[in-house]
């Protein structure tokens, strides 16, 4: 079945660093829809990016992401990252077969320190 | 933006007794999900729900899952009878169509159960 792998556990990064969040997928289809959701501390996740294209990069809150097929990937990626993007951040993949079912990645916990 | 409401956001009981989960889900919103997230764990998909029928379920969905929404009320995850394994954060979600869609969470229900 589909399956999804994220970057393991905590990355601490320094505010105004650059970030890049692993995401790597494997999935027998191929009109698949991909996602980053984030939670942050007591909040519910929310939707960050959402892309089914191949090659063109999405962007939002700063946040970026290309999926590439080529590669089995969707990774996300912030230039400079603020005190406040520290949150859990969840990738998904949705495929068209299961009527808008999420399959997760484990999750990683971005920690930015001052 | 749109919210999803979730009661109780804590829940103990006792193994074999039954307990259901609220979702009151965005009020125009057309499909509804649940997910269960054991602690340090990925979230997993237990159900989706469309137009009063499930839709698909997961092999996590024991026979002891139900799920409803009778009358346009809240959408409710019920557990007859409960079991040790069954303590989790359960997540609810809705979106106003099924694939790609952007799906609205709750905040989740912590389930323990002893």
């Known amino acids: 079945g589909d399956s999804v792998t994220q970057t393991e556990g905590l990355v601490t990064v320094t505010e105004g660093l650059p970030v890049m969040l692993n995401c790597t997928y494997q999935?027998?289809?191929?009109?698949?829809?991909f996602f980053w959701y984030v939670q942050y501390l007591n909040e519910a996740p929310k939707l960050l990016l959402r892309?089914?294209?191949?090659?063109k990069r999405t962007e939002h809150q700063g946040f970026h992401a290309t999926l590439h097929k080529s590669s089995s990937s969707f990774h996300l990626q912030k230039s400079s990252v603020q005190l406040s993007d520290s949150a859990l951040y969840y990738c998904?993949?949705?495929?068209?077969?299961?009527?808008?079912?999420?399959?997760f990645g484990q999750g990683t916990k971005l920690s930015i320190k001052p | 933006g749109p919210k999803v409401l979730q009661i109780p956001s804590h829940q103990i009981i006792d193994m074999g007794q039954m307990v259901t989960l609220n979702c009151d889900p965005v009020?125009?919103?057309?499909?509804f999900y649940w997910y269960k997230q054991i602690l340090g764990q990925q979230m997993e998909f237990l159900v989706n729900?469309?137009?009063?029928?499930?839709?698909?379920k997961s092999k996590l969905f024991k026979d002891q899952f139900s799920v409803e929404r009778p009358d346009g009320s809240y959408f409710t995850l019920k557990i007859q009878p409960t079991a040790l394994e069954d303590s989790a954060v359960y997540f609810c979600?809705?979106?106003?169509?099924?694939?790609?869609?952007?799906?609205?969470f709750g905040p989740g229900t912590r389930l323990t159960v002893l």
């Open positions: 009020s125009n919103h057309l499909y």
């Open positions: 998904a993949l949705s495929d068209d077969y299961n009527q808008g079912k999420l399959i």
């Open positions: 729900f469309y137009n009063g029928k499930v839709m698909e």
């Open positions: 892309s089914s294209t191949d090659n």
């Open positions: 999935t027998a289809y191929s009109d698949v829809a």
């Open positions: 979600a809705s979106s106003w169509t099924g694939n790609y869609a952007e799906q609205f």
